[in-house]
């Protein structure tokens, strides 16, 4: 049975938590949250979703197209410690941006939901 759109957006949030969490796991008083935009999404599932295949690259996907980007923006110390990456698609709309932010004030600041560890 194909897995319909609930489905796969539940997959793609697995991953994305699993993301999440080896960022808080590696970067320990570093770490910074991921925040993912609607348009980011939908890219991701686009490329990682087919027919025959169902999500089964999506993980890959996620690893071309968010973390190896991501390990060189840390690299760099690009992405502040408690700040945020925005990620969202570029204007073109084939590829992703993923903006470092500094923390947000208090007032503004959402605070990131903490995946649980255990899965």
């Known amino acids: 049975q194909p897995l319909d759109s609930a ?3 539940e997959i ?35 490329e990682g979703v087919s027919q025959e295949y169902g999500a089964r690259e999506l ?3 996620i690893h071309r197209r ?13 992405v502040p410690p408690l700040g ?3 990620v969202s698609v570029d204007p073109g709309g084939e590829s992703l941006t993923l903006l470092p932010e500094p923390p947000r004030a208090r007032s503004q600041r959402r605070e990131p939901v903490r995946p649980p560890l255990a899965e």
């Not at 999440?20 to 686009?46: C, G, N, T, W």
């Not at 968010?66 to 690009?78: G, K, T, W």
């Open 84 to 86: 945020y990456l925005r």
């Open 12 to 46: 793609l949030d697995q991953q994305l938590r699993r993301l999440q969490r080896h960022v808080y796991e590696r970067m320990s008083v570093r770490s910074f949250s991921i925040e993912i935009d609607q348009s980011a999404r939908a890219l991701l599932l686009r």
């Open 7 to 9: 489905a796969l957006d």
């Open 59 to 61: 993980k890959r996907v």
């Open 66 to 78: 968010i973390l190896q980007p991501l390990a060189s923006l840390v690299a760099a110390n690009r």
